[in-house]
């Protein structure tokens, strides 16, 4: 069984930046991809960034490439999600995600994780 435990979130304003972590327990994660996606209210699941642990590739979706940036920290089994130049359609509860053996094509569907962390709240102010 794998834990995942986020934290990070909280209210800034438009063009601050934050760092998410997500904290990871349970299981090696040598095959496994982390992942974070957000929610707003009222709409779906959306891809955020992704990461394959061994090989460190990363991939975003267009909406934050540029400005978020994912990475993992295997001496801690930590994911980070950097966050700059925030807007206000980031508002959003992010979620980090994890998943084994994820083909590349298949990061971005949420479908394709099995372990989720609860949420942490993320507020972007005008």
């Known amino acids: 069984q794998v834990q995942l435990v986020e934290s990070g979130g909280g209210l800034v304003q438009a063009g601050g930046s934050l760092r998410l972590s997500c904290a990871a327990s349970?299981?090696?994660?040598?095959?496994?991809?982390m992942a974070w996606f957000r929610q707003a209210p009222g709409s779906e699941r959306e891809f955020v960034a992704a990461i394959m642990w061994s090989t460190g590739r990363t991939i975003y979706a267009d909406s934050v490439k540029g400005r978020f940036t994912i990475s993992r920290d295997a001496a801690k089994n930590t994911v980070y999600l950097q966050m700059n130049s925030l807007k206000p359609e980031d508002t959003a509860v992010y979620h980090c995600?994890?998943?084994?053996?994820?083909?590349?094509?298949?990061?971005?569907?949420?479908?394709?994780?099995?372990?989720w962390g609860q949420g942490t709240q993320v507020t972007v102010s005008s």
């Open positions: 349970g299981r090696t994660f040598s095959s496994y991809a």
């Open positions: 995600a994890s998943g084994r053996e994820i083909p590349i094509y298949m990061l971005t569907s949420p479908h394709s994780y099995d372990y």
